[in-house]
């Protein structure tokens, strides 16, 4: 019996309709749980960044652990994967233990939303353990990686499309279509304007020389996507709209920028990869958002479990969780795989320099695919309907 540990109904009201000062304050909720979860994960990202740039001063502690060869199988790529392996374990733990609850008070809520003696226990355990392992099994994980990293991406590009999509159902809602019509032109022109901004950009930032082809290549086929998605949402048959194109367009610019920024330094069709290549404010700026920004959009998919659902319930019960405890946990498990790929590259053989995430030719191919896997997904969500409404009746 754990006494003190349970809330009625009428508290978790309290605490779930409070201020987010409230929500820490009583401990035992799962919307204080996701934030400590959150905070634990990026505690890991700033652990693999310290071993893979500053684990040179932690030599000596490394030497007594045999499968480190006096610290060197410890550092740099292979520290970084041992540090994931470990994240991926305790979150894949959490996964199995709660995949599956449906109610609040139950013992599996409570394991979720409670027991961090046990917690702040096991995780540090579970970090320290990849370093006992061999070289040979941290490699086989980074392979492993690779696929898992793949997954968090393709949950990630779903959640971003169903949000676009919910909010476009919001501004066409019977209710809010009128008076949101002035909005959703402005928001959409808005978003147009931008990513035509951002190809120009792209164009004098990243096509310096006509002999860049691969980059021409990129920045094109970016904006015929935006087109081809425009046409189909604006086809009589679809009619989606000008809004939800407008902001995946923002999407796809915004990674085909990503993937090109991710062509390695000293590139000479990159000159602005090149010019901040020296470790200055810029560069330790740009590399401090982009870790928040990975968690965050970590954070932030692993409450949307509701894209996932095929069957979604109007009614919600009163003792039903708020979010699904067991999806979070596999969102932050592959999450952690995918913090690995950054932080060495997408290649378990190639070596970062300080300062720097996500960089290397592998990168840049695994942003273009995902670019246009992005549009892929889009455009079927938009066919589909009629595609399969064609086929039932013939």
């Keep these: 019996m754990e006494t003190g540990t349970s809330i009625d ?9 409070g201020s987010w000062f409230s929500q820490f304050r ?8 996701r934030y400590v979860y959150g905070l634990m994960f ?19 502690e490394m030497r007594k652990f045999k499968n480190c060869k006096d610290g060197r199988n410890c550092l740099g790529t292979e520290g970084v994967l041992r540090v994931s392996l470990g994240c991926f374990l305790f979150y894949f733990i959490m996964f199995l233990s709660t995949v599956g609850t ?39 994980y980074g392979e492993i990686a690779h696929f898992g990293a793949g997954v968090f991406l393709l949950i990630q590009l779903i959640s971003i499309i169903s949000f676009i999509t919910w909010l476009n159902e919001c501004f066409q ?27 120009i950009l792209m164009y004098i930032w990243y096509v310096p020389d006509p002999s860049c082809l691969l980059n021409i290549f990129f920045i094109t086929w970016t904006l015929f996507l935006i087109q081809l998605m425009t046409s189909i949402s604006l086809h009589p048959k679809v009619n989606a709209g000008f809004l939800t194109p407008a902001l995946m367009g923002l999407y796809v610019v915004f990674i085909c920028w990503c993937a090109i920024r991710s062509e390695p330094v000293g590139e000479t069709c ?11 404010w810029l560069t330790i700026i740009s590399f401090v958002v982009a870790l928040l920004a990975m968690v965050i959009a970590t954070f932030s998919t692993g409450v949307d479990s509701q894209c996932f659902q095929f069957r979604k319930d109007e009614t919600q019960e009163e003792d039903a969780i708020p ?10 498990a592959t999450g952690a795989m995918y913090f690995a790929m950054l932080l060495i590259g997408w290649n378990i053989h190639h070596s970062m320099e300080k300062w720097t995430i996500d960089v290397g030719w592998t990168s840049t191919w695994v942003r273009i695919v ?23 009746t013939t």
């Design 9 to 17: 109904n009428k508290g978790y009201e309290t605490i779930k309709n």
């Design 26 to 33: 009583n401990g035992y909720n799962p919307w204080m749980a």
């Design 42 to 60: 990026l505690l890991a990202n700033l652990l693999a960044w310290t071993v893979r740039d500053y684990g040179r001063g932690a030599l000596t």
């Design 102 to 140: 449906s109610k609040t008070h139950s013992s599996r809520d409570k394991w979720h939303s409670g027991w961090w003696v046990a917690k702040l226990l096991m995780w540090p355990g579970l970090t320290i353990f990849p370093f006992l392992l061999p070289s040979s099994i941290i490699e086989l």
């Design 173 to 199: 809602s019977q209710k809010d279509a009128e008076r949101c019509h002035v909005h959703v032109m402005l928001l959409a022109t808005t978003a147009y304007t931008v990513c035509i901004l951002g190809v």
């Design 270 to 280: 990159n000159r602005k990869t090149e010019s901040s290549s020296r470790t200055d």
């Design 323 to 332: 979010y699904g405890y067991g999806f979070f946990h596999f969102v932050f």
């Design 370 to 392: 995902n670019e246009w896997i992005a549009v892929c997904v889009y455009i079927w969500m938009l066919v589909a309907p009629m595609v399969l409404k064609s086929r039932q």
